[in-house]
């Protein structure tokens, strides 16, 4: 591909992330993000955040004599050590173009650098922090700190003629509001699948044969996640008991934990436990999975974005959740699956009524598998996600250019 340009030059990215850059950082979101920023023709260099070790130190020591909870890497001293780490890195080239995965980084940035800045998020301390459970056990300091990381993010951002780009509407939603970011300054911009087998229409029309074949003999659902309790997995074991309950043939796959299973579903729940991508057997394991399922079911109680939902829908598998976060910019109602209503106390009798509805009509079924791999393939893949940063870099790049 012919490399995207500034005058004359190759367009100069610098890729700040924390961490390796490998398919362990965000399920391989940021490996994905690298990627399609350099299969764009932009020259990317990459800068990867690791702490010291003398950092990490201080920082377990102040959990132990100062009653300090959280995340402690946005305090004083972690801030500085990324400036410095920062600044050097702009001074060994000409950046036209700064890229940080979330906004830890971004806050690092020097205020007027010059060069417009863009991070990649799915969310913004202020809806997280009472959103998900987690974040209840932080202290207020290193709260605030979080806070005070996100807010001067967002005005590096602005201030250097950057963007934030959030992966759901949700997110975008806060920034303006919570923030008081422009709205011509926040972009949304899709997560889309990493590391996905590709196949071609006939090879996804055979896959939903194969599975309508069997869908009233022995239904097969799947769940994929690592935090059972977060992810709804005590809401997914009470689908199987209502499923069992009315007699139906089901078959459950559990991958990503190991939870106990109660005895009276332990002949029909199968658990796999965690399967790397990076491992090609357990990959070739989760491929199969998500084959030979006929639906992607994961009940989350709280959801920035979860890019499993972006990979059942490129297999052509449709996805029922909650209706939560930034779910529905990822999950549209009768397109690729369904969000219902996440009441309290929990009632699963919707979720079971769909299924069955689908189960008894084929050709429904099928429009649905079909229309769950078209929206993969058009909304949901790096592909996709890419074309719109480019896109809103260039732009923006340019109009900084002529201001």
Not at 143 to 165: C, P, R, S, W
Not at 361 to 384: G, I, M, V
């Amino acid at each position: 591909m012919q490399g995207i340009k500034k005058g004359k030059c190759l367009m100069k990215i610098l890729f700040i992330l924390e961490g390796d850059l490998d398919v362990r950082n965000w399920s391989g979101t940021t490996l994905s993000l690298y990627n399609v920023l350099s299969d764009h023709g932009m020259k990317v260099s990459p800068l990867e955040i690791h702490l010291p070790k003398y950092i990490r130190a201080i920082n377990k020591w102040k959990r132990k004599v100062s009653n300090r909870s959280g995340d402690l890497s946005r305090g004083r001293l972690c801030m500085d050590y990324r400036r410095n780490r920062i600044q050097k890195a702009l001074c060994q080239d000409d950046f036209d173009a700064i890229f940080c995965v979330g906004s830890i980084d971004a806050s690092a940035i020097p205020e007027n650098c010059g060069i417009p800045v863009y991070y990649y998020t799915d969310g913004t301390m202020a809806i997280m922090k009472g959103y998900y459970s987690e974040f209840s056990s932080w202290d207020s300091q290193t709260l605030k700190d979080a806070e005070d990381a996100e807010l001067l993010a967002a005005v590096n951002t602005q201030k250097n003629g950057g963007g934030i780009l959030a992966t759901s509407q949700w997110a975008a939603d806060s920034f303006i509001r919570d923030y008081g970011v422009k709205r011509s300054s926040v972009y949304v911009v899709r997560i889309g699948a990493n590391h996905m087998k590709e196949y071609k229409s006939s090879d996804i029309n055979r896959i939903i044969s194969d599975r309508i074949q069997n869908i009233k003999s022995m239904l097969r659902i799947l769940f994929v996640g690592v935090d059972w309790e977060r992810k709804g997995g005590p809401d997914f074991l009470e689908l199987c008991r209502m499923l069992k309950k009315k007699g139906i043939h089901y078959h459950a796959d559990i991958a990503g934990c190991t939870p106990e299973i109660p005895n009276e579903l332990k002949t029909d729940v199968e658990v796999h436990g965690f399967l790397s991508k990076a491992n090609p057997a357990q990959k070739k394991i989760l491929d199969a999975l998500y084959q030979h399922a006929h639906f992607f079911i994961l009940p989350t109680h709280a959801e920035c974005t979860a890019v499993v939902f972006c990979e059942s829908s490129a297999y052509a598998l449709p996805s029922l959740s909650y209706q939560t976060g930034g779910l529905g910019s990822i999950i549209e109602n009768g397109t690729n699956g369904f969000l219902f209503p996440l009441n309290n106390p929990v009632n699963m009798s919707d979720w079971v009524n769909f299924i069955l509805m689908l189960q008894a009509s084929p050709k429904k079924y099928r429009q649905l598998c079909l229309s769950s791999y078209d929206f993969a393939n058009h909304e949901l893949t790096w592909k996709s996600v890419g074309n719109k940063i480019v896109k809103i870099i260039t732009e923006r790049g340019t109009h900084a250019q002529k201001s």
